[in-house]
């Protein structure tokens, strides 16, 4: 059985600085922050109990990063995503997930197949609860799990960075019945067509599940 490390173990192969930028991305992509919100130094070095150095060293990060902007004489805020922006970092995720399944699709294993068919139950499980919770983080670990079964570690580290921008999309009142049943059908025809090992097939399978979730979102957001 692996044993969990301990924080003191934790920090002395990473610095506080990471932490807390992962913590602040996970607030993020669980919808706690949202665009807009502001970050309160003070509160994150409490929270970790450390000096404010750190905190700042992270809020720089997730600046460079694209995540949050500093407001002079005002402070750091999440930031807020414009229209073309939203239609940009679609159009590049599009060529990314089609990347993913020309890549995957002529070298995915069956072992590989049976674990995306427990990745789409357990998303199935969530949404008839309607779990957002749980629905959300699955959903993001099943495209996340996708590139990296295509064993190109650039094309994950790029594809990481846009998803990473876009869970500034988020909103507190998203419903995870929205569109959800349409997703599912999509990503049940994504592991068809990796099944199939046609990498043209999986590769517009792929390209036209972001196209669709692209005309989701922007009702969505309209609404």
Known sequence: MTAIPSQLEILRTRSVADLVREDILYL???????AG??????AFAK???VSRAPIREAFRALEEAGLVKLEKNRGVFVREITEPEIHELYELRAVLDETTGQLLAPRI???????????????????????????????????DRLVEMTGNAILLEFYRKVVDRMHLLRRRN?????????SQAEHRAIVGALTSGDPEQAGATMRAHVTNGYRRLTALLQA
């Open 174 to 182: 998203f419903s995870v019945n929205y569109g959800s049943e349409a």
């Open 28 to 34: 993020i992509k669980t919808g706690e922050l949202v």
């Open 47 to 49: 929270r970790f109990g």
């Open 109 to 143: 294993t069956s072992g590989e197949l049976a674990e995306l068919e427990d990745w789409l139950t357990r998303l199935a499980t969530a949404a008839a609860r309607g779990d957002m919770a749980q629905y959300f983080p699955l959903n993001i670990g099943l495209h």
């Open 37 to 42: 919100d502001k970050l309160n130094e003070l």
